[in-house]
C-alpha cells in the first residue's frame, strides 16, 4: 500500500549545523510530496511541496527535490538555527477517488545553541 | 490570514460518552478531512469530505464515528461511544483543491477519554 517512511528521530544538531531529515515514500501513480512542521503545541503547517518529479520545493531555507528513481523526497537546510526545533512530517497525497494525505512518522529536530 | 478553527480545544470526558468536536474550515474551501495523533505518534487519516459526502476514511474510521457538515460552515467530527485508545489529538484541516492544495490545519482538539 501507499505509504511514507522517514528517518527516526530524534536528531540533535548544534546552530549553524547542515540538516538532512531522510523520506521515501511507496505509491501507486504520481503523488504530490510535501514537508509539514509542527512546532511545539501547535498544529501542523505546510513548509514546502512538490508536485512532479524533479521539482524542488523550498521555504526558510529548507529544500527537498521530488526524486522518482529513488522514490525519495529528502528535507536540507544548510544552517539549522534553535527556532527550527520542532517535528517535520513528510506526507503524499494520493487519489483514490477522494484525496487522502499518507504522513510518515515524523522526525523530532532538536537545535542546540 | 484566513485560518482553521477548532473547538474544543481539550475535552476531558468519561469512556462511553459522545463527543462532538467542531470546525469552521476555511470559507472558500471545498475539501474537508479529520486527522488524529495520538501523543508521540503519527498523524493518522481519518477521514475526507468532498461535497457533502464522505470521499475517503480510514479503517480507524469505523461506526462510531461520523461527521457532518451542518450549515455550511462548520465540519463536526462526532464519536459516539467513546474508548480510552480515542485519546488523542484530533486536527481538523481544509484545503481549497484537492489534489496538490495545501493542507490548512486547525490547532487540534486535544481529546483525553478517562
Known amino acids: 500500500g501507499d505509504s511514507v517512511t522517514q528517518m527516526e528521530g530524534p536528531v540533535t544538531l548544534s546552530e549553524e549545523a547542515f540538516l538532512t531529515i531522510n523520506c521515501t515514500y511507496t505509491?501507486?501513480?504520481?503523488?504530490?510530496l510535501f514537508w509539514y512542521v509542527q512546532y511545539p503545541g501547535e498544529g501542523l503547517q505546510l513548509l514546502l511541496k512538490?508536485?512532479?518529479?524533479?521539482d524542488k520545493g523550498s521555504n526558510k531555507g529548507f529544500e527537498a527535490t521530488y526524486r522518482k528513481e529513488t522514490t525519495s523526497f529528502h528535507l536540507e537546510k544548510g544552517s539549522v538555527q534553535v527556532s527550527d526545533s520542532a517535528v517535520y512530517f513528510c506526507a503524499l497525497i494520493i487519489n483514490t477517488g477522494g484525496f487522502k494525505t499518507i504522513f510518515g512518522a515524523g522526525t523530532r529536530l532538536f537545535v542546540k545553541a | 490570514e484566513p485560518e482553521v478553527t477548532q473547538t474544543p480545544s481539550h475535552q476531558v470526558t468519561q469512556m462511553g460518552q459522545e463527543v462532538i468536536l467542531r470546525c469552521v474550515p476555511i470559507s472558500n474551501h471545498l475539501y474537508f478531512y479529520w486527522y488524529r495523533q495520538i501523543l508521540g505518534q503519527k498523524v493518522e487519516f481519518l477521514v475526507s469530505?468532498?461535497?457533502?459526502?464522505?470521499?475517503?476514511k480510514s479503517e480507524i474510521f469505523d461506526d462510531q464515528f461520523s461527521v457532518e457538515r451542518p450549515d455550511g460552515s462548520n465540519f463536526t467530527l462526532k464519536i459516539r461511544s467513546t474508548k480510552l485508545e480515542d485519546s488523542a489529538m484530533y486536527f481538523c484541516?481544509?484545503?481549497?483543491?484537492?489534489?496538490?492544495?495545501?493542507?490548512?490545519f486547525g490547532e487540534g482538539s486535544r481529546l483525553t477519554v478517562l
Open positions: 512538490a508536485t512532479k518529479a524533479d
Open positions: 484541516a481544509s484545503t481549497e483543491r484537492g489534489g496538490v492544495g495545501e493542507l490548512f
Open positions: 505509491a501507486t501513480g504520481y503523488p504530490s
Open positions: 469530505f468532498y461535497n457533502n459526502e464522505i470521499s475517503e
